[in-house]
């Protein structure tokens, strides 16, 4: 059974950084792609950043040059590493997989971790 599992949230201050980690078991192919979605107001899960097989990475622009994602396939482990966070930022944030290209699209995913929380303070 797949499952994806977060940790690393936690609040920090404006301009700080945290590290979101995302460990996948049960997933059988390594031609899957990963990234991370945020709630978002409506709770519609807003992509954030994503990763495909082949290493190649899609970032929402409100994070670009902020934010960066990375993964190892050795440990089965996605990263989100978050800097120069903004109390805008604040937000749960999900650990995503699919092995279609809506989630390298930040469009959607198939299978989701449960969500870990982020808080930035002003």
């Known amino acids: 059974q797949e499952q994806l599992v977060e940790s690393g949230g936690g609040s920090v201050q404006a301009g700080g950084s945290l590290t979101l980690s995302c460990v996948a078991s049960g997933f059988t192919d390594s031609s899957i792609s990963m990234g991370w979605f945020r709630r978002g107001p409506r709770n519609e899960r807003i992509g954030v950043a994503a990763?495909?097989?082949?290493?190649?990475?899609n970032y929402a622009d409100s994070v670009k040059g902020r934010f960066a994602i990375s993964r190892d396939n050795a440990k089965k482990t996605l990263y989100l590493q978050m800097n120069s966070l903004k109390p805008e930022d604040s937000d749960i944030y999900y650990c995503?997989?699919?092995?279609?290209?809506?989630?390298?699209?930040?469009?959607?995913?198939?299978?989701w971790g449960q969500g870990t929380q982020v808080t930035v303070s002003s």
């Open positions: 995503a997989a699919d092995r279609t290209d809506l989630l390298f699209r930040l469009i959607w995913a198939r299978y």
């Open positions: 990763i495909d097989s082949d290493a190649r990475t």
